[in-house]
C-alpha cells in the first residue's frame, strides 16, 4: 500500500481563508468571481479561491440504456443556461454532457461514471455515482469505500480546481501536488491556478497517509488552457 508521510509535506501550505493576504494592484477583471485577498502566491504559484455558487440540486437517473459498448444515461434535471452536468469515466478527464443526457463508449472492464452539475467556477456539492461493467467477469468497485474524484478544468485564466470525497471519513485531507511542492487544499473551496502545468490530487488520512483506493491518488495530469 502506498503510504505518505506528513514528513515528506514540510513545504505544505495551507490554503486556509485569513491566514494569508495581497497588497497587489487590482487584478485584471475575470470572467470567475476570484476571492484575491486570499490568495496563495509562492514558488511561482498562484492559487485563488473562487466564488462557487453552483446550484445544490439532486442529480437522479432516469433511464438507462447499454447496446454493446454504448451507454446512455438520461438525468431527471432541469438545467439553468450557465449548467451542465460533467462526467468522468475513471476518474478520467472531465466530460461535458449534451444537455441531461450523457452517451459514452464503454471501457472492458470497469466503467466508474463519476457525474457533477457544474458552470464556470466548480461543481455543486450533489453528485451520481455508479460503476458500469463491461465483459467477462464481475466489477470491483466497492460503493462502501472513501474515494476521490477530481474535477479539474480548463479556462482561459487558468485550471480550475475541484473534487468530491465519497464516503467522507474525520480527518481527511486533499493535497494538490504541484512539481514537487503539496498543497493542503481548505475543503469545500474551489480554487483557480493561474497556472498551465500538471496537476495532481491525493488524498491522505489525519496521519498524513495515503488513503487506499483506485482514484485516491489522481496521477499527474495536464490540460490544455483555453484560448
Known sequence: MKR???ALYASLFFLSCGEFSLNEKKEIESVLALDV?????????????????VAEKPIKLKTEVQEGNELTLQFDLDLEPDEKLHYTINNGPVNKAKGSDITLELLEGNNVIFVCLSNTVGVSSTYWVKNYFNGKGAGSFDESKTHLFQHFTATSEGI????????????LTVALRLDSVGYLLTPNITYLLQRN????????????????????DTGAMRLELDQ
Open 37 to 53: 485577498e486570499h490568495a496563495i502566491r509562492k514558488n511561482g504559484i498562484s492559487l485563488v479561491p473562487i466564488i462557487n455558487k
Open 4 to 6: 505518505l508521510i506528513i
Open 197 to 216: 502545468q500538471s496537476v495532481r490530487l491525493e488524498l491522505l488520512n489525519a496521519d498524513g497517509e495515503f488513503v487506499d483506493g483506485p482514484f485516491n
Open 160 to 171: 480550475v480546481v475541484d473534487y468530491k470525497i465519497m464516503n467522507p471519513l474525520n480527518g
